[in-house]
């Protein structure tokens, strides 16, 4: 069997590790940064505790991100760190939120447009750092290269696949899944499932692949 395994993105898992997320920024000598979150999270108490924490790092906030992130999503975000002259991005909620600000953070470094970058085919070659901060159990976005933009016209959706795509650290905290509904929880431990089953069934599966697999199957 030949395989190729790797995982670079830093990976701090701890109940309350959010709680630590000026250490991160302090020990990455991150100086100015942009939350990329939902208003929903925003607005709930635990959200307000971690605009609290950020209060010295982070003047910017954005949201309204749809549940499958579209083109102008991305249009809109990539705006929002440009104009933050942000030097790091937090991206907190779910896929979908993760997905758009790692596709954003990376249009915003190059001075680009997604769609400019979609017709001309371009190739991702710099971002923004991302912290990557999860609130669902399902995506794996903190930890992958890859970002799904959505036409919102012809439902068609894309992925796009780039190192540059990888977030530099995620902050997976237990915690923060108590603070979505159960529907949502439903949905995402569902997600879970499938990915792995699709994981250990599929002909690229590797030893490693099959432990992470097995584990999160059970």
């Given at each position: 069997m030949n395989y190729k395994f790797g995982l670079p993105v830093e990976i701090i898992f701890k109940c309350g590790a959010v709680k630590n997320i000026n250490k991160v920024i302090k020990d990455n000598n991150f100086k100015k940064g942009i939350l990329i979150s939902s208003e929903r999270f925003i607005n709930s108490e635990y959200g307000q505790e971690i605009l609290q924490l950020l209060s010295e790092n982070v003047k910017n906030i954005h949201f309204g991100i749809s549940i499958n992130p579209t083109i102008e999503d991305v249009e809109r975000t990539t705006k929002a760190i440009k104009e933050s002259d942000a030097?790091?991005?937090i991206a907190l909620g779910g896929g979908s939120i993760l997905d758009?600000?790692?596709?954003?953070?990376?249009m915003a470094a190059m001075d680009t447009n997604i769609r400019?970058?979609?017709?001309?085919?371009?190739?991702?070659?710099?971002?923004?750092?991302?912290i990557a901060i999860p609130t669902t159990a399902g995506t794996g976005s903190e930890v992958t290269?890859?970002?799904?933009?959505s036409?919102?016209?012809?439902?068609?959706?894309?992925?796009?696949?780039?190192?540059?795509?990888?977030?530099?650290?995620?902050?997976?905290?237990?915690?923060?899944?108590?603070?979505?509904?159960?529907?949502?929880?439903?949905?995402?431990?569902?997600?879970?499932?499938?990915?792995?089953?699709e994981s250990y069934y599929s002909k690229n599966n590797n030893p490693i692949s099959d432990i992470l697999a097995i584990e999160s199957v059970k």
């Amino acid at each position: 069997m030949n395989y190729k395994f790797g995982l670079p993105v830093e990976i701090i898992f701890k109940c309350g590790a959010v709680k630590n997320i000026n250490k991160v920024i302090k020990d990455n000598n991150f100086k100015k940064g942009i939350l990329i979150s939902s208003e929903r999270f925003i607005n709930s108490e635990y959200g307000q505790e971690i605009l609290q924490l950020l209060s010295e790092n982070v003047k910017n906030i954005h949201f309204g991100i749809s549940i499958n992130p579209t083109i102008e999503d991305v249009e809109r975000t990539t705006k929002a760190i440009k104009e933050s002259d942000a030097d790091f991005v937090i991206a907190l909620g779910g896929g979908s939120i993760l997905d758009c600000a790692k596709i954003s953070s990376c249009m915003a470094a190059m001075d680009t447009n997604i769609r400019y970058f979609l017709e001309n085919k371009l190739e991702i070659n710099k971002n923004i750092p991302v912290i990557a901060i999860p609130t669902t159990a399902g995506t794996g976005s903190e930890v992958t290269s890859v970002s799904v933009i959505s036409n919102k016209y012809t439902e068609d959706k894309f992925p796009i696949k780039s190192e540059y795509l990888l977030p530099k650290i995620a902050i997976i905290d237990p915690e923060l899944t108590l603070t979505v509904p159960k529907k949502v929880t439903a949905s995402s431990g569902i997600d879970v499932l499938s990915h792995a089953l699709e994981s250990y069934y599929s002909k690229n599966n590797n030893p490693i692949s099959d432990i992470l697999a097995i584990e999160s199957v059970k």
